[in-house]
């Protein structure tokens, strides 16, 4: 069982910055690829960003390409996604994922989702 804890969400402005955070615990961390997506009201989940068990490897949504970062700190069981730029059509509830299987943009592929944070961006 891996326990994953988002962090880090609120209301900003557009074209302002934020950085989400991700702690997780229970099972050895480097052992999951890690991912976000996203779900805005009345639409379905999204694929955001998706980084491997190293960190060597990441991918991006088409959509936040060049604005998001994602990256993460095994030492600290934690994975991070940095968003500059933002943009009204950010807003969405953020959610962290394991994957056991490697990295992925399809949920399918996670086993195990944190509760989520929310990100508001005002235009």
């Keep these: ?3 994953l804890v988002e962090s ?3 209301l900003v402005q557009a074209g302002g910055s934020l950085q989400l955070s991700c702690a997780a615990s229970g099972r050895t961390f480097s052992n999951y690829a890690m991912g976000w997506f ?3 009201p009345g639409k379905e989940r999204e694929f ?3 980084i491997s068990r190293s960190g060597d490897i990441t991918d991006y949504a088409d959509s936040v390409n060049g604005r998001f970062t994602i990256s993460r700190d095994n030492a600290k069981n934690t994975v991070y996604l940095q968003m500059i730029s933002l943009k009204s059509e950010d807003t969405a509830g953020y959610y962290c994922a394991a994957a056991r299987r490697g990295i992925s943009a399809s949920g399918a592929s ?4 944190g509760q989520g944070t929310q ?3 005002s235009s």
Excluded at 110 to 113: F, K, V
């Design 8 to 10: 880090g969400g609120g």
């Design 38 to 40: 996203r779900q805005a």
């Design 110 to 113: 996670y086993d195990y989702w």
């Design 48 to 50: 955001v960003a998706t």
């Design 1 to 3: 069982q891996v326990t």
């Design 119 to 121: 990100v508001t961006v």
